[in-house]
């Protein structure tokens, strides 16, 4: 389900609290925040992206448990395997 990003609206018109929510898409977005009642606005946020598969696990010996073949390049035109169980060398 989706997290989204809403910030309550003071009684003087100013920027108040900002909250996150797990919700379904099919929810109606909240007008006021679940536990003070306040007037609540919908904000817009930047989609989290992350998985699993972050940079801090691309590691060689992850790539290879996972079922991936990783190439480096090694010299004039060639690659070497760094991880998996594909051929040892490409060359162009």
Known sequence: MPLYVYQVIESDGSEGEIFEVIQKMADPVLTVHPDSGKPVQKLLAA???VTRFAAGNMSN??????GFTK????GDGHYEKTAGSGPDVIKR
Do not use: D, E, I
Request: charged fraction near 15%; proline fraction near 8%.
């Open 61 to 66: 010996a992850n790539l290879g448990r996972l």
């Open 71 to 74: 190439y480096q390049k090694a």
């Open 47 to 49: 989609p989290n992206t």
